[in-house]
């Protein structure tokens, strides 16, 4: 694989990227399909939130997307009103209830379709390679009610594609839009030599199915790449959260009270980078979250997900996913 910059970066948050001004055109890539083969999903035209990870997972770039107070309240009222279309409500710790007061959700195994870009031999990955990217997934999330199959593998040689790979481009729209696989349920993770520091990005979840849906991580920060201290497999951990509707630790900072909207992560003014001890920005009770995955420490620091996360995802899986 090409040598890349050691990541010092930083998450940057969710995106509003629109279809319409994203360009289509014929794709000369040569898509190579391994197991479990499904149609490439609809189109859909906007409106889709995307979170990207961005040179230093330490904090100096801000992307002009990020998801405002103002944005994020906008989203919890389609979530609490697309639960309501179903006839399910909250409860005070974000659970998914039905009618008669029951849980509505059920354990869920996702099933993964993976899609590796090239540039000849870089960026190749080898099955063993995947495979311990999902068993950190499944490692990550046990305890959540979600679990993680490969339900396929593509190989895509592709150098427009895989070299310097960006959120929002007519490139990565042509990539998804050729590859995508399943339905909303369907989890599609694409992996590239990504640009501008980049170690990933995801979509939020959303009612109707969208090409644009997935994943996107740097080849390196699957374990054992190159990209040290983010080659563990912690990057898909937290951009999956995303997928599944958590924002990051520190959304709102200290003086939104509503923050990430879950109740059991301490708010923090500001993304920790390495693995601060004793790190506490803001006034309100509990040392900052560092070690969650929705934070943007080092990998080996990362190692939970609060049970009001774990309430909050299994809500947005039933209300957009499920």
Request: proline share 4%; aromatic share 8%.
């Amino acid at each position: 694989m090409s040598v890349r910059p050691v990541r010092t970066a930083a998450l940057v948050a969710a995106s509003v990227l629109s279809a319409a001004s994203l360009g289509f055109g014929a794709s000369s890539a040569s898509a190579i399909q391994t197991a479990g083969e499904r149609g490439v999903a609809a189109e859909c035209a906007t409106d889709t939130h995307s979170d990207a990870l961005v040179a230093g997972r330490g904090g100096q770039a801000k992307d002009p997307h990020d998801v405002s107070p103002a944005q994020a309240k906008a989203m919890e009222a389609d979530l609490a009103k697309t639960l309501a279309a179903k006839g399910l409500s909250r409860s005070a710790s974000g659970e998914a209830k039905k009618p008669g007061g029951g849980g509505a959700f059920t354990p869920t195994t996702i099933d993964v379709y993976w899609h590796t870009i090239t540039d000849g031999s870089k960026g190749a990955l080898s099955a063993s390679e995947i495979n311990s990217q999902i068993s950190v997934l499944n490692s990550a999330y046990s305890g959540t009610g979600f679990s993680f199959a490969l339900k396929g593998t593509t190989t895509t040689n592709n150098a427009s594609w895989y070299n310097g790979l960006d959120y929002g481009t007519t490139a990565e729209r042509k990539m998804k839009s050729s590859l995508r696989q399943g339905d909303n349920g369907d989890l599609n993770i694409y992996t590239a030599d990504l640009g501008g520091g980049l170690l990933g990005w995801a979509t939020f979840p959303k009612k109707r199915v969208d090409s644009m849906d997935g994943v996107v991580i740097l080849d390196e920060s699957l374990p054992g790449g190159t990209a040290s201290p983010y080659n563990l497999g912690d990057t898909a951990t937290h951009e999956v959260g995303h997928w599944l509707n958590l924002y990051h630790t520190f959304q709102g900072g200290c003086s939104d009270t509503a923050g990430d909207y879950v109740t059991d992560t301490p708010a923090e003014s500001s993304p920790a980078s390495g693995c601060p001890t004793g790190r506490d920005t803001c006034t309100l009770p509990g040392l900052d979250p560092i070690k969650n995955f929705m934070d943007y420490s080092n990998d080996q620091c990362m190692d939970h997900f609060t049970s009001g996360q774990t309430a909050r995802m299994q809500s947005a899986w039933v209300a957009y996913r499920g």
